[in-house]
């Protein structure tokens, strides 16, 4: 039997992006991966369905090096005008406590 692929990832302008939606894999992939969000929560906060997170995840790990080559220089970027990953860490998590509140 042959094997059907399932494409949830597109490439455009030679930007990855989830098929029909401006979201890129490399950050959900990144908020799993190294934000320890879970499978569900991501599915929730960016209304995805479970291939789509896994498919982004994988996309995510087939391209680990790159990625976050890129997330570290706009780490250094950010550095440099005055801006911190962690202030955008603590934002991103605000925003998931208060939608997790009651």
């Not at 998590?93 to 997790?100: D, G, H, I, P, S």
Request: charged share 30%.
């Amino acid at each position: 039997m042959e094997a059907v692929p399932v494409q949830h990832i597109e490439i455009i302008e030679g930007k990855a992006y989830i098929v029909g939606r401006r979201l890129k894999p490399k950050l959900i992939g990144r908020f799993y991966a190294m934000g320890g969000m879970t499978i569900e929560a991501i599915m929730e906060e960016w209304n995805l369905s479970r291939a789509e997170v896994h498919a982004a995840v994988a996309y995510y790990y087939d391209n680990q090096e790159e990625i976050e080559r890129g997330f570290q220089e706009a780490d250094e970027y950010a550095r440099k005008v005055g801006i911190s990953i962690d202030e955008f860490k603590a934002k991103v998590q605000a925003r998931l406590a208060n939608k997790e509140a009651p």
